[in-house]
Structure formats: C-alpha cells, structure tokens
C-alpha cells in the first residue's frame, strides 16, 4: 500500500471539519478517484463509527488524530 500525496493511508485516525468549524472523529478510508471527473477538488472517504456513517469529505477538511485525542 502507498501512501498518497496529502499523506493519509487506509486506517489512519482523522478529524473531519464540519461547515461550523466544529471537528468529528474518523477514519481514513481512501482517496475519492472519482474526483476529478465531476470537477470538484480532491476528496476522500472518511467512515464515521460513532455515528454508523460514512461520508466523502474534501481533503482539505480532514486533519491528523492522535489515538485518544479529543477536540
């Protein structure tokens, strides 16, 4: 497995910035590929597993995480 450009790998313990600024738990699921085709920036998946959700997010809303950090 590589590792992509923004530095993320499959598993990796994220945050996710909502549109109010506030910050939820993930975790990294990949890169969106489909992107570009639609002409929207770089995204990702991001599972959510608090909230039984996933979701594709803008990369450049997605943060490291510490395991155990809290926001």
């Known amino acids: 497995m590589?590792?992509?450009p923004h530095g993320f790998k499959?598993?990796?313990l994220v945050w996710?910035?909502?549109g109010d600024?506030?910050?939820h738990p993930g975790l990294f699921v990949g890169d969106n590929e489909a992107a570009g085709?639609?002409?929207g920036g770089p995204s990702a998946y991001v599972a959510?597993?608090?909230a039984h959700q996933a979701e594709v997010v803008?990369?450049?809303r997605i943060t490291p995480r510490a395991e155990g950090?809290?926001?």
Do not use: L, M, Q
Request: aromatic letters at 12%; hydrophobic letters at 30%; glycine letters at 12%.
């Open 37 to 39: 085709w639609f002409g």
């Open 48 to 50: 959510h597993p608090e």
């Open 10 to 12: 499959e598993g990796d």
């Open 16 to 18: 996710v910035e909502d």
């Open 58 to 60: 803008s990369i450049f």
């Open 69 to 71: 950090e809290v926001r």
């Open 2 to 4: 590589t590792e992509a």
């Open 21 to 23: 600024g506030r910050h």
